[in-house]
């Protein structure tokens, strides 16, 4: 069974830093491509990053140039640093993968982290 589990979330001040962290772990051969959403209350969730097999990267405009997606392949993880946090990050992000399994390919989720941006 694959599993995804986030953590690095919390409180943080206006203008302060967070880097997310989530690990794939459980039987598969492959992890295609890896992305963070994020979703606040009574909103639909969203896609903040993306990162694919081949290391390239795409941001949501409300997050581009202060955050970065990273992954370690060695390690199954993949990252998430945003920089210059506003009360409008504040929400659960979630991490997500598409995952080969020796049955099937599909896309998983983890369980959430709250991030909450507040003074």
């Known amino acids: 069974q694959v599993q995804l589990v986030e953590s690095g979330g919390g409180l943080v001040q206006p203008g302060g830093s967070l880097r997310l962290s989530c690990e794939a772990s459980?039987?598969?051969?492959?992890?295609?491509?890896m992305a963070w959403y994020r979703q606040a209350p009574g909103t639909q969730r969203e896609l903040v990053a993306f990162?694919?097999?081949?290391?390239?990267?795409r941001y949501v405009d409300s997050v581009k140039g202060r955050s970065t997606i990273s992954r370690d392949n060695a390690k199954n993880m993949v990252y998430l640093q945003i920089n210059s946090l506003k009360p409008e990050d504040t929400a659960v992000y979630y991490c997500?993968?598409?995952?080969?399994?020796?049955?099937?390919?599909?896309?998983?989720w983890g369980q959430g982290t709250q991030v909450t941006v507040s003074s």
């Open positions: 997500n993968a598409d995952i080969a399994t020796v049955t099937s390919a599909m896309s998983y």
């Open positions: 990162i694919g097999s081949d290391g390239s990267t």
């Open positions: 459980g039987s598969f051969f492959r992890i295609y491509a």
